[in-house]
Structures are given as structure tokens and as C-alpha cells.
């Protein structure tokens, strides 16, 4: 009954109250995610119960009134983005970080929806996840047509904002007492009431699937129903509020932005040149369940992302991290003064690195080098790589390879008997379809299979050169 006038309309106080004593017993099903997110939100102490159970009681009435003052709103309901393919990896640290009391994955669509009473600043450090935001609403049944535009200027007003309204104006509380302690070391409090901020907001339309309109207004639609129900003002540069609507198909799930930045620039990402996010970084260490004492090495650290990253959650393990590039030396090792990173840094090629035989227990790295989609350098550089890797692996070591040559990683691993591929993830890097490989180092030593890798596709190479017809070329 609860579950069908939730559909219609908002529940009230008391209807919420008995709702919260069943919520132990809902199945965790698609259909009660929505459901269980309404009415998770209220925390009853026992006397309330005691009273609501009492129903012979004469003063019934009064005692609910009484106790109302004792129902708080703890639990809110929110939504992260993470990178598609890596949702699994940021489930994991939510259910170990957050402890929510219901959560949603949408795999290959990169949301994570969750109901936590976790203080604001728990979740905004979470590393794993892009962006946070305080969950609006999920709306199905939007027309793909041109009324689909009229109809997203009179629906989202009917969706219920005040929640997360609360959510952004205590991030805001949270980032300005941070920017505080950074210009002032001991802040004396204020006695003097804060203004209330007035929301200057933008809106940020993004859409899949067929529809007639565009994504801009599909944001447009959206903002101009802010305008109504509220009267807000827009700037799409000033803007502190950032509303996302996200229309999938029919569905159109709306929230509003935590954070004035990614959660995954950090201290050492604000260096325009790095293309691998910190997040990702982060994924990629949690799979490979770094532990103490551990050796890992970087043959391709680039602008130190990983292993920078992963130094500072897993700061016990001993970290390699090489380049052949000087600046990337130089940058990186500015930037692990900066934090304190346990790195030992130095300019090596990643396919001739002079350490000694089966002496790392870990390699993580991102070897899509260069410009992303560069097969011709790659076909010369990953051979190469995975020889040195065969060579200084340990046996039953594992090597995390994030990659966006699928095909050409098959191709040397499909008769590699040095290496077990455990796992193949379909990932999203910076808009391109990826991989990341988690490989394991077989139990035999170099030397000891009759054939060698970079040999094998070397005279693979030759015979197939010898198979075309030569082209005549004129002397000049």
C-alpha cells in the first residue's frame, strides 16, 4: 500500500515512520531501490515504535506528536559518475568505505546511485568516483520527439528538491571552511550570522539514444524549469550550482554537483599534460591488491599518475617508476617532493630496464603511449615491453595493463605460454574504448619454452614479407 501511495504522492510523517520498520524486510530488487531510498532517510528510536504499536492506546495522537520532534533526517540519497568499466571497483570501495543502506550499479554506464548516512566529507573522498552528486530524481518516461522538450520544462518541477538543495549548501559550507584553513591558520569563529547563498546555477545536459533534439537542449529545457519553480538565476561561466540531467532513452535522472571540481584532481594532477585521471590510477591499484612490502615498478609512468597515486593509499610497497622522457623525470619528481611519495624515480627505457631477473612482485601501468590509437608505434613497443616484463616478474607475479589495443594484446598473448591472462575488463579511457589486463606470470622461466615472443613475431613479420610481392622502386 506504502509502496503504491509513494508512486503517487510523498508520504508523510507517520507513513514514513511505519514504512522504516519493514524496510529490513524489502527485497533488494530494481523495483524497491526507489522505494527504500524515500524511506531509509528516517531514523525511529524505540519509544516512537512503542508508540506507533500501541494502537489501543487513547492518546495515540498525542504521543506521535510528542516523539515528532525525535525523527531526524540522516540518510540522503546521492549518485557518483566513475569512468565506464570501473563501476565494479567503485562499488567495492563504497560497500567498504560508506556502508550504504541500499545501492544501485549500472554497469557500462558509469552511475553508482547509493543511500548512506555518511557525513558529507567522508564521501568527498572517495578516489575512485569523478563527480559526486545529491541524487534529484529518476524519471522514466520521457517522449524522444520534439514534445520531449515541453515535457522536460513542467516535469522536473514537480520533483522534490529540498533534499538535495541541503546537500550543496552544506558542500559549500565544507569547501569554504576548507579554503579558510588554507589562507588562515587559526580561523577565529564568527559571531556574526552567514548570508544564506543564493544559487547561481548552470545546467548540464548529456543524452543517449534517439531523439530529435540535442543534448544543449535537453539542458535548456531542464534550466528553464529551475527558472519557474524557483526563480534562480543562470551564468554558464560564474556559476556555483551545477545541475546534471542525464537522459538515457527515456530516463532522465537529475542531480546537483558537490563538488566545484573533479573528485579526481589531486594535489599532484594539475598538470595539463597528463591524460590518465587519478581515479582510474586508483581502480587499477585496488585490482591489483597491492600489499606491504611489495616491489611495484612503472615501466611507463609518463607524468607519474599511477605510481604517485598509488603511494599515496598503499604508501608500505616499495615503487619503481621509470621514463624515457626526461621531462616526464623531471615533473615527476617535483611532484613526489611535493607530497612525500615513497617513489624511486629514474630515467630508464621501459623495454631495457637494468634490474635484476625476477625481482619485481607487481607491474602497473597505462602503455597506451603517444597518441592514443598510434598502432604502428605500438606493434614495435608492446612485444618489446612484455619481453623485459617475462624477464623481471617473478614467477606467479601480476602485471595490470590498461591498454586501447584490444586486438593487438590477443595476438601476442594468445600463444604466450610465460603469461595467464585472469581477467579482461572493457574499459572507458578519455572516450576510447579500452582494456585493462590482469596477467599472471607462469610458472616457467625464461629460457626454458623452445620459442621467444619478440622471435615468434619477428619471423611472423619476416614470412609474411616474403609471402607479398616486392615493389619495384626506381633508383634516384
Not at 513542467?154 to 546537500?167: A, E, I, K, V
Not at 587499477?284 to 605510481?307: E, S
Not at 572507458?428 to 589486463?437: E, H, I
Not at 616474403?466 to 633508383?475: D, G, L, V, W
Request: hydrophobic letters at 35%; proline letters at 5%; aromatic letters at 8%.
Amino acid at each position: 500500500i506504502l509502496l503504491n501511495r509513494s508512486a503517487e504522492r510523498r508520504l508523510d510523517e507517520q507513513e514514513l515512520t511505519v514504512a522504516n520498520r519493514f524496510l529490513r524486510f524489502l527485497p533488494s530488487t530494481n523495483q524497491f531501490i526507489y522505494f527504500r531510498s524515500q524511506i531509509s532517510h528516517i531514523s525511529v528510536d524505540s519509544d516512537m515504535e512503542r508508540s506507533i504499536a500501541m494502537s489501543t492506546s487513547p492518546n495515540k495522537k498525542s504521543r506521535i506528536e510528542s516523539h515528532s520532534e525525535s525523527i531526524r533526517y540522516k540518510t540522503h540519497n546521492y549518485f557518483i559518475t566513475v569512468s565506464p568499466g570501473f563501476e565494479f571497483l567503485a562499488e567495492e570501495e563504497l560497500a567498504e568505505k560508506v556502508r550504504p543502506t541500499a545501492m544501485k550499479r549500472v554497469d557500462r554506464s558509469g552511475k553508482i546511485f547509493f543511500s548512506t548516512d555518511q557525513p558529507l566529507k567522508k564521501l568527498l573522498r572517495l578516489r575512485s568516483a569523478d563527480h559526486l552528486y545529491a541524487f534529484v530524481c529518476e524519471h522514466i518516461g520521457v517522449p524522444s520527439d520534439a514534445s520531449g522538450l515541453t515535457y522536460l520544462e513542467h516535469t522536473p518541477q514537480s520533483f522534490d528538491w529540498s533534499s538535495s538543495l541541503d546537500l550543496w549548501r552544506s558542500s559549500k559550507s565544507i569547501e569554504k571552511e576548507e579554503a579558510d584553513a588554507l589562507t588562515i591558520p587559526n580561523p577565529s569563529p564568527s559571531t556574526e550570522p552567514t548570508p544564506p547563498l543564493e544559487p547561481l546555477f548552470r545546467v548540464t545536459g548529456k543524452r543517449e539514444g534517439n531523439h530529435t533534439y540535442k543534448s544543449f537542449e535537453v539542458a535548456g529545457s531542464v534550466g528553464a524549469a529551475l527558472i519557474t519553480k524557483f526563480g534562480y538565476k543562470v551564468s554558464l561561466k560564474s556559476f556555483n550550482m551545477e545541475v546534471l540531467a542525464d537522459l538515457t532513452g527515456d530516463t532522465l535522472v537529475v542531480g546537483i554537483s558537490l563538488t566545484s571540481q573533479p573528485l579526481f584532481v589531486r594535489r599532484h594532477s594539475a598538470v595539463p599534460k597528463t591524460s590518465l585521471k587519478s581515479s582510474i590510477a586508483y581502480c587499477m591499484g585496488r585490482l591489483a591488491r597491492i600489499r606491504d612490502g611489495q616491489k611495484v615498478f612503472d615501466p611507463m609512468m609518463g607524468m607519474g599518475t599511477i605510481p604517485i597515486e598509488l603511494a599515496e593509499v598503499w604508501g608500505k610497497a616499495h615503487y619503481v617508476a621509470s621514463d624515457i622522457q626526461q621531462e616526464c623525470h623531471s615533473d615527476v619528481v617535483k611532484h613526489m617532493n611535493d607530497i612525500g611519495a615513497p617513489i624511486d624515480v629514474i630515467r630508464w627505457n621501459g623495454y631495457k630496464v637494468p634490474l635484476a631477473p625476477e625481482s619485481v612482485d607487481l607491474i602497473v601501468s597505462d602503455i597506451s603511449v603517444g597518441r592514443r590509437g598510434a598502432t604502428k608505434n605500438h606493434q614495435q613497443l608492446y612485444p618489446k615491453l612484455l619481453r623485459e616484463a617475462t624477464r623481471i616478474l617473478k614467477i606467479g607475479g601480476k602485471c595490470l595493463l590498461l591498454t586501447n589495443e584490444k586486438h593487438l594484446m590477443h595476438k601476442m598473448l594468445s600463444d604466450n605460454l610465460y603469461w595467464k591472462t585472469m581477467a579482461m575488463y572493457g574499459v572507458d579511457v578519455n572516450g576510447t574504448d579500452g582494456a585493462l589486463y590482469l596477467l599472471q606470470r607462469s610458472q616457467y622461466k625464461v629460457g626454458q619454452l623452445p620459442f621467444n615472443l619478440a622471435s615468434t613475431m619477428e619471423e611472423d613479420r619476416a614470412s609474411q614479407s616474403e609471402a607479398s610481392p616486392q615493389k619495384k622502386t626506381t633508383p634516384q
